[in-house]
């Protein structure tokens, strides 16, 4: 597959059955937040979810999924979500690790689940100095498997850790890559959809031009699922009364239970939310970020 059918990537809320995608990042919170809307999305589905996890211990997995809002310990219980260390798992031979997400995919199945949704994290491989062959072994074997059960699946790949060239021979093992953070440009405005929370980055200036993408976006960020909605405004320049409007009526929308949550809100749009009186909208509310 052609490197440049990752330009545009897909969104971890967004991933159909049968998609196989990679992240490759060197930022732990990018890969712990991918991988709490992978579990956050697969349990909202009534997937079955497997953490193959780059932790010392299940436990460990488990807390970052806490520190990042989720409650695991019910699905934990249940046998619905089910969290191993990679390492132990993948070695000595990551056609280990394959065995496994198959026997899953099948118990999936087997006990009425409508997929498996798992993510599988591999920067132990780059910390132990296991080379790209048995890894490019591992996602041969696991793409056949994701396509054929309609599993979702997400690779995560620490990009400090491997080379360029071995980078692109497993990013060339998927279907696409995860676009989560990924900006997107609309003119003078940037929009990047978040992983976890869901959510859009914002940054540049909503006018009258920018202002249709900015809504699109919301509405996209919204879509799936039934928890509040996060936007991140502290990369925002600048915001006109057509905006801050497009967020009222986004937040309105969003129905009885859910707000829109802005983030890092800047000064000038707090002073603009207060004088027009919409403070008090209904579904809008101002974290205490700093803007």
């Known amino acids: 597959m052609s490197l440049a059918a990752f330009e545009q990537g897909v969104p971890v809320r967004e991933m159909r059955p049968g998609d196989h995608l990679c992240l490759v990042s060197g930022a732990a919170d990018d890969r712990e937040r991918v991988r709490a809307a992978l579990v956050a999305s697969g349990l909202d589905r009534g997937d079955k979810v497997l953490c193959l996890a780059d932790a010392a211990e299940p436990l460990a997995a488990v807390d970052s999924l806490r520190r990042h809002g989720l409650d695991p310990d019910p699905a934990v219980a249940r046998g619905q979500l ?121 940054s540049g200036d909503v006018d009258l031009t920018t202002r249709a993408a900015l809504e699109a976006g919301l509405a996209r960020a919204a879509a799936g699922h039934g928890r509040d909605v996060h936007a991140d405004l502290g990369e925002l320049g600048f915001m006109d009364l057509g905006g801050l409007r497009v967020l009222v009526e986004t937040a309105a929308g969003l129905g009885p239970g859910r707000s829109l949550v802005l983030h890092r809100v800047p000064r000038h749009v707090r002073h603009l939310i207060e004088l027009t009186g919409w403070s008090g909208a209904p579904g809008l509310r101002l974290s205490g970020d700093p803007g």
Do not use: K, N
């Not at 000595?92 to 409508?114: M, T």
């Not at 100095?129 to 059960?149: H, M, W």
């Not at 620490?158 to 997107?184: I, K, N, P, Y």
């Open 82 to 202: 089910v969290v191993r260390v990679a390492r132990d798992t993948c070695l000595p031979d990551p056609r280990r690790a394959v065995a496994l997400i198959r026997d899953q995919a099948h118990d999936a199945a087997r006990e009425g689940y409508p997929a498996l949704s798992f993510a599988a994290e591999m920067g132990w491989a780059g910390r132990d100095g296991l080379g790209p062959g048995p890894l490019l072994e591992f996602e041969r074997g696991l793409r056949p498997l994701v396509e054929g059960s309609g599993a979702r699946a997400v690779c995560q790949y620490d990009g400090r850790l491997f080379s360029s060239a071995a980078l692109d021979d497993l990013r060339r093992q998927h279907t696409g890559e995860v676009s989560d953070g990924c900006e997107v440009s609309h003119g003078v405005l940037r929009l990047a959809q978040l992983a976890w929370p869901p959510g859009l980055r914002v």
